[in-house]
């Protein structure tokens, strides 16, 4: 489960992410939703640690992810926006290095990535250098980087940026086996028909604050087109524009 209690950052003069709050529950999938510049990479990069909150905390199963990181993040997998992968490194060996980092080694670390080369069906990726990988392939071994500690938690920024049709259909296909498994996923968008297809509740934030959330049939009943297009348009006029 992750919890975002009344983030806060600001760069200089711009508030990029003022008091957001949001509960992503396991074995649900809750969207992230916004206009571009909204607050939302910024608010993940708080999540998982890449920025520290001016005010506010963020906790991942309890832990607080600026006070206690290692415990907290060894909970998280993260697929952060236009996420890279070592292109002089095999599938393989971008895998490894990741799973040592979180303490993995070992026959228990190649089983793992065995694992995860079927489950994302990576077999033929495996021994070939990352180099020249599609950017479909490359989003999958990343993906395979962020679930390799077997994370309870994981966090998609904008996952299907790139992507052809094929390859995201296959990714909500795995979104959705990941949250039958009992899996907390928080999934990033401004994409309507991802969020649409994907997502069980959806946070809008625009101007780095939340301006609405619900289930999809909550949003869209509050609105007279009845679409969650219209539901989205409505929360951004409600907030002064997307701007």
């Excluded at 980092?101 to 021994?127: K, N, Q, S, V, Y």
């Amino acid at each position: 489960m992750i919890v975002l209690e009344h983030l806060g950052k600001r760069f200089d003069a711009v508030e990029a992410v003022r008091e957001v709050s949001l509960e992503a529950r396991d074995a649900r999938v809750t969207g992230l939703l916004g206009p571009n510049g909204a607050g939302k990479s910024t608010t993940l990069r708080l999540l998982y640690g890449a920025l520290r909150p001016d005010r506010g905390r963020a906790l991942v199963d309890g832990l607080d992810v600026a006070r206690e990181p290692a415990a907290a993040l060894a909970r998280l997998g993260v697929l952060p926006h236009n996420a890279g992968i070592y292109p002089l490194l095999t599938a393989r060996e971008n895998l490894r290095y990741y799973g040592r980092l979180h303490g993995l080694g070992g026959a228990t670390l190649e089983r793992r990535i065995d694992e995860l080369g079927e489950l994302l069906d990576l077999g033929a990726l495996l021994p070939r250098r990352a180099k020249g990988f599609s950017q479909g392939e490359r989003l999958k071994v990343a993906l395979a980087r962020a679930l390799v500690h077997s994370p309870q938690n994981l966090v998609l920024d904008e996952p299907t940026n790139g992507l052809d049709v094929l390859a995201t259909r296959n990714l909500r296909e795995l979104v959705r086996r990941l949250r039958d498994a009992g899996h907390c996923v928080l999934f990033s968008s401004h994409v309507m028909q991802e969020v649409s297809a994907l997502c069980d509740e959806i946070v809008i934030v625009a101007h780095g604050r939340v301006v609405a959330r619900g289930t999809p049939d909550e949003l869209r009943a509050g609105v007279a087109g009845g679409s969650l297009e219209d539901a989205f348009v409505a929360a951004l006029d409600g907030a002064g524009g997307s701007g």
